[in-house]
């Protein structure tokens, strides 16, 4: 069955960085959208980055020109890499996946990442 484990959240400060991993099995990673969301207590899980494959990345608005997302097709990898951070990224980080002929999607358990003042 398909399996998504992130890694790479912790506790950082206000302006610096982390970068997230999303490691892929039970399916062929190459063909399917990859994608990164997040969810802060209390509010809906919300969309941060997708990448197709073969495709061009997508951002939300209030992450553009500070997280940047890649895929590793050869290691069945994708990383979110978040510079800048600000207390507002503050959330659980899920990866997720997107077959592209079934739309059948999958997410992984989340790794927390905590932005502080």
């Known amino acids: 069955q398909v399996q998504l484990v992130e890694s790479g959240g912790g506790l950082v400060q206000t302006g610096g960085s982390l970068r997230l991993s999303c490691a892929a099995s039970?399916?062929?990673?190459?063909?399917?959208?990859m994608g990164w969301y997040r969810q802060a207590p209390g509010k809906a899980r919300e969309l941060v980055a997708t990448?197709?494959?073969?495709?061009?990345?997508y951002y939300t608005n209030s992450v553009k020109g500070r997280f940047t997302i890649s895929r590793d097709n050869a290691k069945k990898l994708v990383y979110l890499q978040m510079n800048s951070l600000k207390p507002e990224d503050t959330a659980v980080y899920y990866c997720?996946?997107?077959?592209?002929?079934?739309?059948?999607?999958?997410w992984g358990q989340g790794t927390q990442v905590t932005v502080s003042s």
């Open positions: 039970g399916f062929i990673f190459s063909i399917n959208t």
């Open positions: 990448l197709p494959s073969g495709g061009i990345a």
């Open positions: 997720n996946t997107r077959n592209p002929f079934t739309s059948a999607v999958d």
